[in-house]
Nanobody, 119 residues
């Protein structure tokens, strides 16, 4: 199995920046894609960004040009650099990873970290 620990959330003013980190442990050798989702109060959990094992990144339209996802495979860590933050970015941010192991595919989630953008 894979365990995920997120960090880096907090309160920031609109226009500011935050960097989220998500460190994986356990069966990390079989991790494929990694990503970030977010969930605002009363709304569904939506994909923010994802990155493949080869480094190809994808972003939600709402964050393109402002957020950047990266990963350090040596540290088993995925990052989300968030710039030009807006009040609508306020949400709980969740890290997730996909693992392929012995012919099966698994998905794991972190506990979530709160990001609050004040206007």
């Amino acid at each position: 199995q894979v365990q995920l620990v997120e960090s880096g959330g907090g309160v920031v003013q609109a226009g500011g920046s935050l960097r989220l980190s998500c460190a994986a442990s356990g069966r990390t050798f079989s991790i494929n894609a990694m990503g970030w989702h977010r969930q605002a109060p009363g709304k569904q959990r939506d994909l923010v960004a994802s990155i493949s094992s080869g480094g190809t990144a994808n972003y939600a339209d709402s964050v393109k040009g402002r957020f950047s996802i990266s990963r350090d495979n040596a540290k088993n860590t995925v990052y989300l650099q968030m710039n030009s933050l807006k009040s609508e970015d306020t949400a709980v941010y969740y890290c997730n990873v996909y693992e392929s192991f012995l012919g099966s595919r698994y998905e794991y989630w972190g506990q979530g970290t709160q990001v609050t953008v004040s206007s």
